[in-house]
């Protein structure tokens, strides 16, 4: 491109130089070779001022896209710079965000440190905190059991819904519920149970409060004598079915061919497995 720049008006002056030494020497301008001769030389001079004109615009063209990757190039310049001293400004909000942190977890650590030391005294930094974090950690699995402890007893919605499909297909038989006397937790679960028994289309009666002689953890189904009557071995697979397991009780003071459910008092492991067989 840049020979063509060069030589395009060189040509142009060679030939026009050319056509004055012709126009010079030449001296019966009517002949026929002087016409085409003419005509050649102007072709010629108009290709070469084409050329001129091209090479121009291309030349400009290439310019212009020169420039305007410099200023492409300048702004990913400018916007790198930004994004690395955002980048350094974020890193040092970071840096900053966690020398707060660590000095605010310090001063959290610090009544630690001094109950270590307090506690065990002969040890050293890190074995006291070792201590003290099992004491603590024994201290929370002592509360999560008190705490469990002292939660009423619920039916989850799924064992509540299984349990009325399953109790359904039997209704309209009849069911006696007692919980114990003076205890809450006892009569509203209770009440659960009740209204469960109820929705699955069973004649409840209770709930009933009694006292008894003996204590009476978990969840029982109580009868008079054996044979055990068939009310009470669907109740016991009702319940199995939820993964309730229930205790069965023999009162003789109980009306023959009645089964009651007696909601004991809570106890720790859930309800006992000693189911009916």
């Known amino acids: 491109m840049f020979l063509i720049k060069i030589i395009s008006p060189i040509l142009v002056l060679i030939l026009t130089l050319v056509q004055f030494y012709i126009d010079h020497r030449w001296k019966d301008r009517r002949t026929k070779k002087y016409k085409y001769a003419k005509i050649l030389f102007i072709v010629i001079i108009f290709v070469a001022v084409v050329f001129t004109i091209i090479t121009t615009v291309i030349d400009y063209q290439n310019e212009q896209n020169t420039k305007k990757q410099l ?7 400018i916007l790198t710079d930004l994004n690395a001293v955002h980048r350094e400004k974020q890193a040092i909000s970071e840096r900053e ?36 974090s099992q004491e603590i950690e024994n201290i929370k699995q002592k509360t999560e059991i008190i705490e469990s402890a002292t939660k ?13 499909a399953f109790l359904s297909n039997y209704k ?3 069911i006696y519920i007692f919980s114990i006397w003076g205890d809450q937790e006892s009569l509203r679960y209770a009440h659960i149970i009740k209204n469960i028994f109820i929705r699955s289309g069973w004649i409840v009666d209770g709930v009933n409060q009694a006292m008894y002689n003996i204590p009476m953890d978990g969840l029982f189904i109580s009868i008079q ?15 199995r079915s939820i993964g309730i397991e229930t205790i069965r009780n023999k009162d003789s003071n109980q009306e023959p061919s009645t089964v009651r459910i007696i909601v004991g008092s ?4 859930d309800h006992v497995k000693n189911g009916l067989k």
């Open 71 to 77: 200023d492409d190039l300048k702004k990913l310049t």
């Open 266 to 269: 809570k106890i720790n492991n």
């Open 172 to 174: 309209s038989n009849k």
């Open 97 to 132: 965000s966690l020398k707060i942190k660590l000095v605010d977890l310090q001063d959290k650590l610090d009544p630690f440190l001094e109950i270590a030391k307090s506690k065990y005294p002969r040890l050293p930094t890190e074995e006291a905190l070792k201590y003290l």
């Open 225 to 239: 004598n054996e044979p055990i009557p068939e009310i009470a071995q669907i109740v016991f697979r009702a319940f």
């Open 152 to 164: 009423d007893r619920k039916l989850t919605e799924m064992q509540t819904n299984q349990l009325i």
